[in-house]
């Protein structure tokens, strides 16, 4: 079929309701009797709460409720966002409940309140009396799993959350085969999703006694189970909707606010009550990207194969384990597909400490391991005086694939072509040659790093899809999905499938953005770039649905067969020739109004998809580090994807584009930082925690090489996180390959920068 | 099966949402930046516009547009709800546009302003600028359709919308066979609905370019193509919403305020505008009841047995088309399968009045001709010295009858037996013997009338019904319909019907409520008391969908044969023993979350329903009439229905005592009066015009003959308008029994009857 509307770059079906403010978000929807809810947050990073007095708060007037453990249901839970597990061994870890007796970070809920207005709610907080026994706090990995350090969590010696990890062949025969052995550490900071619109929610208990949640998530049918379960109420009694939302980068795949917003109107009668964080909240009390330290060991051989290789990892999780015990795993997951290996053994520990808890964010494990794994190339390229390229290029997957542990195949695979592109690009070779011989105190450097990343999480979580379609009258259809637009253009995408396989025009595809659990196709929600991918296919399914019985309704009424007829531009046609039978309007109009036939036509229909599909691609960066000041310059960066077919060009490079910036500031800028002792944020602000500007970020290259997914209905793969996962190394390579220093900590501040290059006897 | 929830008297599932304040209706919705719209309305009954300037209004601060017909599409729409007919034959009348050039009536709209609030918007209407050519007004069917009267419609000569009757055998014969010929004259008068809530919407166009309207309707998704094909749009670039509706009795089954509503946003750039018409305003722009005046001939034998009935009936339709080219037709089709006769011919003719539309309301046409005939029936039964009640026994109809014009079939038929129940109740023989020889000036007497009707329009109309049920992990499910909820209790029964069916308590059948065409199954809507059997089907079909897929998947999960399952208390249970089998939840969770099986549960089912049923039932009246004050008390007042199954009670038992009280006012008092001149209405509001009061109402017997009706799947007919029927004659003859006067127009005010008896000779 040749493509009328998939691949071309036609405007987001939201722009002009996100750009006139007619797209209305969670805050929108106060209203002026809502109650206000705020959390009373602990000053220590770790405390057990000894007595906890709110009489005095509870008397203020304008107070309508304040909570404490004490008035919460007692029940653990888990805030992941995954589809729930039938297999209790497979189900998220329960370490948390609503409010809690014992602080574990600075900023974690040991009280709620309650009230009129925000100014009366913030006064009665500090009317909560709390006396505290103060604890040691643990604030690294080392410290917390140093012998006879304190439980962070009761059941959990140690305080090691995870350590599970894989051996794929013989690491030590591996050794025994390798000409060289090659160890690196590298480490990774901790960052914060800083999406724009804060975690913003409002509860209110309806007429029927049912919760309904109005909040800005990725996963609304998933927030409706864990509130639920939070709660020990059946989830049937919870209905959650989500508005437009203004991004979440993986922070929203998350029971943030949910849980305890749903307590707060049950605490008042079931009152509509509103909770904003701030944003300073929103940086500590909702999650976090997991710092992770590498050791990696590399065997291989003298022409450059990569025979073997050992990581082990220990990622400091914070205080919950939100999505911390499958993080590490799904990292060392998805990147080893990359560069098929003899022998792999990857050894992760993931670690409670005393710090704000961390969670999915976009890339998932991948941008840390792929900083470790790429960085740790390049130094064994320069080891072996390889070009980088060569080196990747003689290890790199090939189709036909098949990953030795979850079976997943690879079959498509653009990666040569993507590095080939992004060599082309930023000019590699010719720029090379220019720098071999710097001197100066500025000096010039390319770098690049690939990555390999699958669509959505099969064979590990379900991954469940719906989507409902509706064919008015005139032969426009509204658009039902599960899955959630945040920002990243999927409604547009959809439309765009819808559109192609009907054969009407995208502005006749109706979107229904919001979500709302009562009523929209099941689905798990937005995260792991499984949309486009596996949205996708419930949303082909539904649309070929609709269309076959178009075409039977038009069988019964003209004797002519299905299989004889098509859509094109609004009219049925007969598909050997395309001349017209009638239009799709008049089929329409029958489905509604024939006095014996009619048969309104929809969809309303699930795919569980139970298979995946790798995606591939390459950062090419070209940087100058003036060593006098530490400053790392980005001149020129490429980003060249293999995401199988483009639905919308111009929507996929927007994509890239946030990819590239969010990688950026991970490689030069961005640190979530803590006092050293005292566990308490230093710049959980948009201040002082430094993400990129407008004036930051170079003009960005975007390039695609569009094999196509078998598996796909459109040929398309995933594409949402992965272009922030390969920029940090492919930087931090050209700054290596520019000052021939090794920077194998993130991020490369113009300090750090500074301080290096004068170790090095640079300056 | 033996029901479990059906036949119930369960609470309203809307019953908390009502009393707390918790529903929401359209003005609930309004938000402070909305625009207010306002209409001119014309002082003259029949009056062309010569000339009309707006810029005085236009130029006033404030007013955001002003529109005449100048400025709003002159496309000629129909407002009767009813479906869409492919045949261009069978469509509604379209006689009307969004704003005229020329008055029909006192109160037709002739410009519109949107302002930013209600003061201006009325100060804005001051200044527009009509210069009217006065035209005679035609104020009764009688000057309408004199020779040279003046067209109303240019297209309409005589000012006959329609003349379309029967004639069923030969009436002349049958005058040959009769033993007696008797005669009446009879008229009804011209009521309003007055439902509690005024008709309200307001519209907006949302970022999609489309126009959502928020309105107070009884039918969402015809408003929908309505609204298209006034604005000569595409239907699918329009959406309708309703929320909880607070009553329409037929007033809002009609397009009254959506065109132009949606005409007003339009000229604000999409603005969002509301419009809320006053009671003054409701009163007169909305729809009325029709008057009708009635000639009856009937052909009698000897003892007593109807042979042939001749009806002339002149309605007036007052300005435009509305329902009124088919009520008079519709109200002679449905009374006529209670006395089947050797001949019958009906003579309607709808004339066009400078009077306020007439439209449907709860009967549709039936009151009318049941005053009119049961009226006569009594009179004949005077004059043949029969018991009324004899009279009606040897004429009725049984069951097995097929009405000769349409096909529709008597499967179950009550009647007797509710003759009977009601005759025991009120003690009619008892009481007949006491009141015999009355003489002073309180007067006694006992009246009954029986009527017959239909469970929706089939043939004539199309019945397409939707219903879509989603299963929630617990077991629980959604049910949205497509048909409305305005106060009648649909919503609960369509509740029950799907606990009953699935086998879950009715509080996990969550209702939405809202009707939204976006996502709404198609239905026609709420009229015609087609809800509980029509859309019923609907519901049990999509009911036993989701049953036999939950079964189907218990049988893939233990290979148990779905047809040796069932499903009770909410558990799967062996269906020959009733031993459970698992929970239903545990199989609900599976449809979830099983890997590879997943599949949620939804339905989303049509049904085209080509069939009806007919329901019957009797008032039973007792009367005191003071003949010096013409005050006429009902001393004791009976309904007994054969409405098949009844499904709640409780619910039932209401929908009779609102009807009873309607029938009540259209008896006694009710009466919208226009100045015999002008046309101008005299008593447009709630102190001038009487609707009885809670103080003016006895209390009110019902009770039920519950035949199983054959095609329902509950065994359920109509029973929303059927109560109103056969009140006002019940009373009438009450009236005539006590006094030997007979009154054959409504209302019987004491006025009227004072006058009457007098004249009589009784006082």
Not at 49 to 78: C, H, S, W
Not at 258 to 263: G, N
Request: net charge negative; aromatic share 8%; hydrophobic share 40%.
């Amino acid at each position: 079929m040749a493509s009328a509307v998939v691949g071309r770059s036609i405007s987001r079906v939201d722009a002009v309701a996100k750009v006139t403010g007619k797209a209305k978000y969670t805050a929108d929807f106060f209203t002026r009797d809502m109650l206000v809810g705020k959390i009373l947050r602990s000053p220590y990073a770790h405390a057990r709460i000894k007595n906890i007095d709110a009489d005095r708060a509870r008397a203020l007037p304008g107070v309508e409720a304040v909570l404490t453990y004490k008035d919460v249901p007692q029940i653990k839970f888990a805030t992941a966002g995954h589809p729930y597990a039938l297999d209790p061994k497979h189900r998220d870890k329960a370490d948390r409940t609503i409010l809690t007796d014992k602080a574990r970070f600075v900023g974690d809920a040991v009280a709620a309140v309650v009230a009129r207005d925000e100014l009366t709610a913030l006064e009665a907080l500090k009317l909560i009396d709390v006396e505290y026994e103060v604890l040691e706090p643990l604030l690294t990995p080392e410290a917390a799993m140093r012998e006879g350090a304190p439980r962070i969590h009761e059941d959990c010696e140690g305080n090691i959350l995870s350590s599970f990890g894989y051996e794929i062949g013989n690491i030590e025969e591996a050794w025994q085969k390798a000409d060289y052995i090659f160890e690196d550490e590298l480490e990774t900071s901790i960052v914060q999703h800083c999406q724009l619109e804060n975690h913003t929610s409002y509860a209110y208990v309806d007429s029927d006694g049912r919760i309904v949640i109005v909040t800005s998530t990725q996963i609304p049918h998933i927030i409706r189970r864990i509130v639920g379960q939070a709660l020990g109420i059946p989830w049937g009694r919870v209905r959650v909707i989500k508005p437009y939302v203004g991004g979440g980068f993986g922070s929203k795949q998350d029971a943030c606010l949910e849980p305890i917003v749903a307590a707060m109107t049950l605490a008042v009668g079931g009152r509509p009550v509103k909770l904003e964080l701030s944003r300073e909240e929103c940086m500590i009390d909702t999650r976090t990207r997991h710092a992770i330290k590498y050791k990696i060991k590399t065997g291989v051989s003298k022409d450059g194969k990569l025979i073997g290789m050992h990581i082990k990892a220990v990622a400091n999780t914070g205080a919950y384990a939100s999505h911390g015990h499958s993080i590490a795993m799904a990292g060392g997951t998805k990147f080893r597909i990359l560069y098929p290996m003899e022998a792999l053994k990857y050894e992760p520990y993931t670690v409670y400490t005393n710090l704000p808890v961390a969670g999915a964010m976009r890339g998932y494990g991948s941008p840390q391991i792929t900083f470790a794994v790429e960085s740790h190339l390049d130094a064994i390229a320069r080891r072996l005086n390889m070009d980088p390229i060569e080196l990747r290029l003689k290890n790199l997957v090939t189709e036909g694939y098949v990953d030795p542990l979850n079976g997943n195949r690879v079959r498509s695979c653009g990666i040569r072509e993507c590095i080939m592109k992004g060599k082309e690009l930023i000019k590699w070779d010719e720029k090379k040659e220019r720098y071999k011989n710097q001197t100066g105190s500025k000096r010039r450097g390319l770098g690049m790093a690939c990555f390999s990343y699958a669509s959505g999480t099969h064979p590990v979580g379900l991954e469940m899809a719906g989507a409902r379609i509706v064919l008015n009258q005139d032969g426009s259809v509204q658009l039902q999905v599960g899955a959630t637009e945040i920002g990243q253009g999927s409604d547009t995408v959809f439309a765009q499938m819808v559109a192609e396989v009907l054969g009407i025009p995208v502005d006749m595809v109706h979107v229904v953005s919001t979500q709302d659990t009562d009523i929209t196709p099941f689905d798990t929600g937005a995260y792991a770039s499984r949309q486009t991918y596996i949205t996708g296919m419930a949303v082909a399914k539904a649309a070929a649905e609709v269309k076959a019985k178009i075409l039977d309704f038009v069988w019964g009424m003209t004797d002519i067969p299905a299989h004889a007829l098509d859509i094109k531009d609004r009219n049925i046609v007969y598909k050997h020739s395309g001349e017209v039978v009638m239009p799709l309007e008049e089929v329409a109009l029958h489905t509604y109004y024939d006095t014996v036939f009619a048969s309104p036509i929809t969809s309303d229909t699930s795919n569980n998809a139970r298979i995946n599909a790798f995606v591939f691609g390459a950062t090419f960066a070209e940087v100058e580090v003036d060593l006098k000041t530490g400053k790392i310059e980005i001149l020129e960066i490429y980003n060249v994807h293999d995401s199988g077919k483009i639905i919308n060009p111009q929507l996929a490079e927007g994509q890239v584009h946030g990819g590239v910036s969010m990688g950026i500031g991970y490689a030069l800028a961005e640190q979530l930082l803590f006092d050293e002792k005292t566990g308490r944020p230093l710049n959980n602000n948009l201040l002082d925690y430094k993400i990129p500007t407008i004036m930051d970020v170079p003009e960005i290259g975007v390039a695609f090489v569009e094999t196509h997914e078998p598996t796909s209905p459109y040929g398309c793969k995933a594409l949402g996180e992965p272009p922030v996962i390969p920029v940090a190394p492919a930087v931090r390579n050209a700054v290596f390959d520019a000052t021939g220093v090794a920077f194998n900590r993130l991020p490369m501040t113009p300090q750090k920068v500074f301080e290096k290059c004068k170790e090095a006897g640079l300056i």
